[in-house]
């Protein structure tokens, strides 16, 4: 799976990112950091910030069996809030 979500950031396939994200705990598996960190990064790259930001509030508030998020995690949601002009978000994520 975190081959798989990585080559949709690689092409910014958002849809399928998160899809494979939904997935994963139906087959018993547990994303990491990097799986969540290049699913908002093929968030951004598919130019949905909105739904970067999203995943990142969902994922910091309401799963708890997701790990913490990281650097490189914080790092993928800046950037999408300053692509999707949203500087306010990306100062809150600091």
């Known amino acids: ?3 798989a979500i990585s ?3 690689v092409c910014g396939c ?4 998160l899809k494979l994200l939904d997935v994963m705990p139906r087959a018993k598996l547990t994303p990491t950091a990097v799986t969540c960190s ?3 990064s093929a968030c ?3 130019e949905r910030w ?6 990142l509030d969902r994922w910091l508030t309401s799963l708890p ?3 913490k998020a990281n650097e ?4 993928a949601a800046i950037n999408a809030c300053i692509k999707g002009g949203l500087l306010v978000h990306a100062l809150s994520i600091l």
């Open 65 to 67: 069996t997701l790990p």
């Open 50 to 55: 909105n739904w970067a930001l999203s995943f």
């Open 72 to 75: 490189v995690t914080c790092r």
């Open 1 to 3: 799976f975190n081959s």
């Open 14 to 17: 958002w849809q399928a990112a």
């Open 38 to 40: 290049s699913a908002i």
């Open 44 to 46: 951004d790259k598919g």
């Open 7 to 9: 080559a949709c950031e």
